[in-house]
């Protein structure tokens, strides 16, 4: 499974929304369908954020487990 697709799937277990996940992290939510998508890559610093927001490790979104 792909970065995006396992940031999609930890955003939906927390039961966010891509608009609510926007806001929090203070980006568009446009930047969170890209990245869900495949279509682009959030940044190692926003990464973090994401997995901080989603209460995940960046193993599970990495696949590294």
């Known amino acids: 499974m792909a970065i995006g ?3 999609k ?3 939906k277990a927390a ?3 891509q608009k609510e996940l ?3 992290l203070q980006v568009y939510q446009k930047d969170i369908s890209r990245w869900e998508n495949g279509e682009r ?3 190692i610093e926003v990464f ?3 997995c ?3 209460s995940v490790s960046a193993d599970e979104i ?3 487990k």
């Open 48 to 50: 973090a954020r994401i």
């Open 52 to 54: 901080r927001e989603l």
């Open 62 to 64: 990495l696949e590294l």
């Open 5 to 7: 697709e396992n940031i």
């Open 22 to 24: 926007a806001d929090r």
């Open 9 to 11: 799937k930890a955003r």
């Open 15 to 17: 039961g966010i929304s």
């Open 41 to 43: 890559a959030p940044s």
